[in-house]
């Protein structure tokens, strides 16, 4: 009989200790080694989840990762790839669908929570409308560009027209920043009192612009560039 692959028991241990404990007393390394068993099932993980980490530097940003750069770590095929990038998109999911569950949006920090899911990460810059209700219930979320934020692509006319389709009575403007830094720009600041004006004229409240950048949001409203209505 062959003997069994020494990474059999490690797996079976690993995985024992996840059931006992959680994910709280792994490091990164290890919680990507487990994510991976589960796409990977006749391989060691361990030295691919720590190929993973020296090459992306964190869990987070191997999740923000495009699919050919995961793949570019040797391991990781298109199956594994797939199931990281979907795992990310999970996590999205996730937090849409809880502060649906919870019925509103009572903070700004509630908000951030669905923002930094869905943006943060995107190497392209992405302009997002969320839609609420009188009560701050999300009707939905919509891309409105993807590309460069300025007044030539966000248009307050568009915005408004979509906010009424909807039925909203008020809505969340978000946008990321690349770079990382969610300082806004002064186009930034423009283009939201821009819409901001728009959407007053037609009873629709504007109640923040949120800017995501790298673990880190910045609110307009909480820094006084929106007025409460």
């Known amino acids: 009989m062959k003997p069994k692959p020494t990474h059999l028991g490690h797996r079976k241990r690993l995985k024992a200790r996840l059931s006992k404990s959680g994910l709280d007393s792994f490091e ?3 919680v990507l080694e487990v994510i991976l068993t589960f796409v990977i099932p006749r391989k060691d993980t361990k030295p691919i989840a720590w190929d993973l980490i020296q090459k992306f530097g964190s869990i987070s940003n191997v999740l923000d990762a495009k699919e050919h750069d995961l793949k570019s770590v040797k391991g990781i095929g298109d199956t594994a790839a797939e199931f990281l990038v979907l795992l990310r998109q999970v996590i999205k999911r996730y937090f849409y669908e ?10 700004p920090q509630d908000a951030a929570a669905y923002c930094r899911a869905s943006l943060e990460g995107e190497k392209d810059e992405i302009f997002e409308v969320i839609y609420l209700t009188t009560r701050n219930t999300i009707i939905k979320s919509e891309r409105i560009t993807i590309g460069t934020i300025d007044r030539a692509s966000v248009s307050p006319r568009k915005i408004v027209e979509n906010a009424l389709r909807h039925k909203a009575a008020g809505v969340i403007f978000v946008h990321n920043h690349p770079s990382g830094d969610p300082s806004p720009s002064q186009e930034d600041i423009q283009i939201t009192k821009e819409i901001s004006d728009a959407a007053k004229v037609l009873g629709i409240t504007v109640h923040d612009h949120i800017i995501v950048g790298k673990g880190s949001y910045y609110s307009l409203r909480a820094n006084g560039y929106i007025k409460k209505s």
Do not use: I
């Open 28 to 30: 990164s390394h290890e």
């Open 98 to 107: 809880e502060l649906k569950t919870r019925g509103s949006l009572k903070s």
